[in-house]
C-alpha cells in the first residue's frame, strides 16, 4: 500500500512517500535555488513520490496541509514515522494517504528504495544506482 499510486487532481504520484521540506530556510525570497535542486535531487532519485521545498527563508515551517485544495486527504503526523514497516501499517489501516518522511530521509537519502527492498516492493530502480541495490 506504501507504494501505491496515488491521483492528487492532475497529479498521480508513484508512492504515497512524500519528502516534507525539512525546515532548510534556504529559500531566497521565497524561490528554491542551487541548493534545493542539489538537496532535493538526491532525494527524487532515492524514490520519493514527492517533494516539498520550503519557501520561507525566516519562518519556520509546518507541514503541507494536503487537504487543501479540495484534495480531501487524511493527515499524518511525520515526526515519528521512521520505518517503512511502521509506514505501510498507518497506508494500509486507513490511517493517512500519504506519508511525510523528512528525517529518515535525511540520515539516508535512498530511504524509499531501501523501505522497498524491505517491503518486498518491486520499484524501478535507476540504473545508475542498480549494482548497490
Known sequence: MFFSTIRLRDLTLKNRIVVSPMQQYSATE???GDWHLVHLGSRAIGGA???LAECNPKERMLPLAVSEGG???KSSSATMINE?????AIITDG???LILIAREHLRDPYFSLHAAKILGEEI?????YQ???
Open 30 to 32: 521565497g524561490i528554491p
Open 84 to 88: 517503512p514497516v511502521q509506514a505501510n
Open 49 to 51: 513520490g514527492l517533494l
Open 95 to 97: 490511517l493517512a494517504d
Open 124 to 128: 524501478a530502480i535507476p540504473w545508475q
Open 71 to 73: 484534495w480531501q486527504l
Open 131 to 133: 549494482r548497490a541495490f
